[in-house]
């Protein structure tokens, strides 16, 4: 378990903050950090592995990174982080950059098998595209073994279609491993696809702590709407059907008939329509 209770003042162009996050996450947990800029949320990551100073504790199981008295350096915490600019060594091979983390060829070999790799790993990160560039600073997060990874909005460069395939692998690699793994992400159906908690931070405090349902679906109504979304899941609930797609940076459920349920998968792109009053708009295909 991670237990953490930490307090940083912050200065930004929003003005003077304190990011304050106190909570405990449980082993195996996904959890991404949501919220606008300036609240603390790319701070809160690098705070956790050790890259910048804040009062108060930290601990991973009954190992103290943090307390009033000492802060654990970042090599001696057990903790992956994947940034946005990938972060390689441009000078070192795609497997060369895994076993420069770690000498072990077959984790990084079968970390390479894992996110379609394999045949890149004599190759320079030069001649990478975006993606393959992120799934190696991917591999390279887990070729530590860390009991956190942490991702700081990894693909919010990447197109559609390469983003979802990501999401899929980064969905693989965190239940193959059991890590604790923490995301910054400000894409609503990323986050449902892979979070099964989301904590929203407001001016660096926690605003909200739930499911990624509490979050974004419950209690939401859509009036007077009419958008293209990706849908991002299928749900059935006693004889009804629901599709929760993404759009308009928001996360809406609609009603669906039984026809439009078994034709739908994930990935679709659908038009979405309310009335001034329907709460559930339909699916129109």
């Known amino acids: ?52 100073k804040a009062d108060g504790h930290i601990s991973m199981g009954s190992q103290v990174w943090l307390d009033t008295n000492r802060s654990l350096a970042p090599q001696k915490r057990k903790t992956g982080f994947v940034f946005q600019d990938y972060a390689l060594f441009d000078n070192m091979t795609v497997e060369k950059n895994l076993l420069f983390v770690s000498n072990e060829p077959k984790l ?26 992120q799934r190696v600073a991917l591999c390279r997060a887990m070729m530590r073994r860390p009991e956190l990874l942490l991702m700081d909005e990894p693909l919010s460069a990447l197109d559609p279609a390469m983003r979802s395939r990501l999401q899929r692998e980064i969905g693989e690699l965190h239940r193959r491993f059991g890590t604790i793994t923490i995301m910054v992400s400000h894409d609503p159906g990323e986050i449902y696809r892979l979070a099964d908690r989301v ?59 039984r026809r439009e349920a078994d034709t739908l998968k994930r990935g679709d792109i659908v038009e979405i329509s309310a009335g001034e009053f329907c709460t559930y708009p339909r699916a129109i295909l």
Do not use: C, W
């Open 1 to 52: 378990m991670l237990s953490i209770d930490i307090r940083k003042s912050l200065h930004g162009s929003g003005g003077d903050i304190t990011l304050h996050i106190e909570t405990q996450i449980d082993d195996g947990s996904f959890v991404a950090i949501a919220g606008e800029s300036g609240s603390g949320k790319t701070t809160f990551l690098r705070i956790l592995a050790g890259l910048e």
């Open 199 to 257: 904590i929203v931070l407001e001016r660096g405090e926690m605003a909200e702590d739930g499911t990624p349902a509490e979050i974004f679906l419950e209690g939401k109504e859509s009036r007077g709407v009419s958008l293209y979304a990706e849908v991002v899941d299928i749900v059935r609930r006693d004889t009804i059907f629901t599709a929760v797609v993404s759009g308009g940076n928001s996360l809406i459920e609609v009603v669906i008939d």
């Open 108 to 133: 990084a070999r079968e970390l390479l098998e894992l996110t379609s790799m394999s045949e890149m790993s004599h190759r320079y990160p030069s001649t990478l595209s975006g993606g393959q560039k």
